[in-house]
């Protein structure tokens, strides 16, 4: 199964994620900002992350840029987990490398397929 980084600022989220996969099998490691998750990123390398858009200090739209920039971060398949459904921030996404959306609140269901189609 796939290494996935979460990152959320709200911790509810990040238990739910972690519930979530941990359940269908895959190794999941949390950070509640970009920072944490960069500092992460230094020690080990993901299969996919999944990045809260807006966070206090650094957006996962700026984190997803830092992210594919690292050596262990270059390969990471990125998905945006947002309440944000307007286009501009889907493309604004896109154009960091995010090669998911999910909105918030999302159902299981759907996060499980995402990672399903990724993997």
Known sequence: MAKILTVDDAPVVL????????TEGHDVTSASNG??????IE??????GIFDVNMPGMTGIELTK???ETANGKNMKIVMLTTESSEE?????QEAGAIGW???????????KLIQKLT
């Open 35 to 40: 920072n944490d998750a960069l500092a992460k």
């Open 102 to 112: 999910l909105i918030k609140p999302f159902a299981n269901e759907s996060l499980i």
């Open 66 to 68: 830092k992210v594919l």
């Open 15 to 22: 238990k739910i994620l972690n519930l979530v996969l941990t």
């Open 89 to 93: 921030m889907k493309k604004k996404g």
């Open 43 to 48: 020690n080990e390398a993901f299969d996919i």
